[in-house]
């Protein structure tokens, strides 16, 4: 009877500590990123009262005679499913559609976790807006270029109307027709902006001069603000009887000046792949012209967006377009070992493995979903279920107590 006591009590206990779990899960029901647990028991040790025998001639064998002392918890895993993405229309809400965590810190210790909800901060850093934990990613340089390794994990800067930028142009498109009907040593005029690393504004004039039959040469300038324009390249374009650029024949050199203010020398590179050389209408003649150049004048960052593979690309007043930095997430081996660190966050354990950080998309971490969070993957119907039924063995586990309370009871009545 005492046997039984102990065992019921422990019956009680571990069961009490399931409806607690029950309860976590229940509780975080609408919790962002969380994973939810489960308890699995077994038995402890039992009491042989006899031991097996082996059969003997035409007699066959016993099996053991055990009592079990009770049960215990075996393990409380955490589920670490998909959760129902919810779109929320917030450009910094992310969700990792599969497998993989954000990686965040506070400037001491490192944090996983699926909680995307993102803020960008007073400093431009991106922070998790419930717990002011920085993300953490590749940072790109000042030209966009972004350096894929793990070493060089920093912060994600987005600095929303401060950041000043801009390019110089370094290619130069033609399109347009020079008129094949215009004589020997006619000329045709054209002048375009370009600009400098700086931002600033420049003239340059591109002067084409009819030198043969299907043969131009052209001269380009360098018009400053005040005083003659100055020489900045030539070259000779050769077409063929059909109108079209012959690239092997014709000689294209590159425009090259410097500018006043200390801005360097500006070398762009032209392509007339475009132009036409055929008989024009009279009343249009030639009109070879600019139409496309890579430089941007001053512009600040106005918006940005994130891609699924978690690049941050950041849209400029000026249309510039350059990458600020690329999120990172992290995986792991058995990403049931992770402990909970509360805050929606984990931390790696000795049976987690190693967090293997790398870009969304690839060696089987998810994509990023932007405008949506990851819901909770409790499943309420499971869990209330659950909670019958661990109500009902807690229950009648009291009723092993009571039953063995009553026959001690009998017991002790035996003498009166």
Do not use: C
């Amino acid at each position: 009877m005492q046997r039984s006591l102990f065992t019921a009590v422990t019956g009680l206990r571990n069961h009490q500590t399931k409806l607690d779990v029950i309860g976590n899960n229940i509780a975080n029901v609408n919790t962002i990123g969380f994973k939810s647990s489960r308890v699995r028991f077994q038995d402890v040790f039992s009491q042989t009262l006899r031991g097996a025998s082996a059969p003997v001639d035409n007699r066959g064998g016993t099996n053991p005679v055990q009592v079990g002392m009770g049960m215990t918890i075996g393990a409380i895993d955490t589920l670490h499913t998909q959760g129902t993405p919810q779109f929320t229309g917030v450009g910094t809400d992310l969700a990792i559609d599969g497998k993989g965590y954000f990686v965040v810190t506070d400037g001491v210790n490192i944090y996983y976790t699926r909680d995307g909800a993102l803020s960008v901060g007073p400093d431009g850093d991106l922070v998790n807006s419930a717990s002011g934990l920085k993300l953490l990613g590749w940072a790109a340089d000042a030209a966009g270029n972004i350096n894929t390794t793990e070493e060089n994990l920093g912060f994600l800067n987005i600095p929303i109307g401060e950041r000043l930028i801009t390019r110089a142009t370094q290619n130069i498109t033609f399109s347009g027709n020079l008129d094949a009907a215009l004589g020997v040593n006619g000329t045709h005029e054209t002048d375009f902006m370009v600009y400098d690393s700086q931002g600033g504004m420049h003239t340059v004039r591109i002067i084409f001069t009819k030198t043969a039959d299907n043969a131009w040469g052209y001269q380009a300038q360098y018009v400053p603000p005040s005083g003659s324009p100055q020489n900045a390249g030539s070259g000779a374009l050769r077409f063929t009887e059909n109108g079209y650029l012959n690239l092997s024949t014709s000689t294209i050199g590159n425009i090259s000046f410097t500018p006043p203010g200390g801005v360097g020398t500006l070398n762009i590179t032209l392509d007339f792949s475009n132009v036409s050389q055929v008989v024009a209408d009279p009343a249009v003649g030639s009109n070879a012209q600019l139409a496309y150049q890579d430089g941007f004048p001053v512009g600040e960052l106005e918006s940005f967006v994130i891609g699924s593979d978690g690049v941050i690309s950041g849209t400029y007043t000026n249309g510039l377009v350059r990458d600020l930095g690329q999120i990172v997430l992290a995986s792991f081996a058995n990403p049931e070992g992770l402990m909970k660190a509360g805050g929606n966050l984990y931390t790696v354990s000795a049976n987690s493995g190693e967090a293997r950080i790398g870009m969304a998309g690839v060696e089987g971490r998810g994509k990023i979903q932007t405008s949506a969070l990851e819901m909770s993957n409790v499943d309420l119907s499971y869990e209330f279920t659950e909670l019958i039924t661990t109500s009902r063995a807690y229950q009648a586990n009291s009723r092993v107590i009571t039953s063995s309370d009553e026959l001690l009871q009998e017991l002790v009545n035996l003498k009166r």
